[in-house]
């Protein structure tokens, strides 16, 4: 396949997508170009597999928000409202493409499996996250503060709770099992990523509750860059590298 070629069948379908995105309101202009741009190059670098897995969080992540919406819109406590923007393709998707990023520039024909881990667990971190504050809100009526171990209402910053816990499990799994079904990952590693965005989601609950951080991008960033790491880190310590 010819440069030019990979590089039109990395962006037709994240435009597709896009484009189904815009017309159904789901984000603006600046978020649809943000989206192509990023999913552009995780397709160049990891092809149909990445864009997958892309397309899964995606879906996991707008079934999340739109779940009892009213409900959770009543109550004060859903997402924002409103088209999402650049920042927020930004704060969900820099991380697993900086990873394929690094997977292009480097000199060889397939990208390392590590880098293959870490893109998957980055994004399983996000799907973790975007589906346990989604079932989290529209299922629980309390949630748990971890820096104090106090029990409070749904919805307050940096509170977990089993279901929204549960949930972003399963749902981290399922983006975990689509990447080991178009082998960019290892049956072996997908427990070890869902354990990356388990302990990745909770020091951003840390960080939100007990340290006040209130910017969602940075937060969401922080978020899938110690998940992808976390799951280098299992993937290094399983091979002995």
């Known amino acids: 396949m010819t440069l030019l070629a990979k590089i039109g069948l990395s962006i037709l379908p994240n435009l597709g997508l896009g484009l189904v995105g815009f017309y159904a309101r789901a984000f603006d202009r600046s978020g649809l170009l943000a989206g192509v ?17 892309l397309l899964g969080f995606v879906i996991l992540g707008s079934a999340a928000t739109r779940i009892k919406f009213r409900e959770k819109n ?17 704060g969900s998707l820099a991380v697993p493409a900086f990873g394929a990023l690094v997977a292009i520039l480097r000199p060889m024909p ?17 799907a973790f996250d975007s589906v346990a504050s989604g079932f989290g809100k529209a299922f629980s009526r309390t949630s748990l503060t971890l ?23 399963v749902a981290s799994a399922a983006l975990a099992l689509l990447a080991f079904g178009f082998h960019l990952v290892s049956g072996g590693m997908i427990g070890y990523i869902v354990l990356a965005g388990v302990l990745a989601t909770a020091a951003k609950s840390l960080l939100k509750s007990a340290a006040g951080l209130r910017a969602p991008q940075v937060a969401n960033i922080v978020n899938t860059l110690l998940g992808g790491l976390l799951a280098a880190l299992f993937w290094t310590g399983v091979h002995g590298v």
């Open 110 to 126: 397939e990208p390392m499996p590590v880098l293959r881990v870490f893109f998957t667990a980055a994004l399983a971190t996000a």
């Open 74 to 90: 009543g109550q004060g406590i859903s997402e924002p409202a409103g088209k999402k923007t650049w920042r927020n393709a930004l």
């Open 37 to 53: 741009i990023l999913g552009s190059v995780i397709t160049y670098a990891f092809g149909a597999g990445g864009f997958f897995v």
């Open 147 to 169: 820096h104090d171990l106090k029990v409070r209402e749904a919805g307050v910053p940096g509170g977990i709770s089993a279901v929204g816990t549960i949930s972003g499990a």
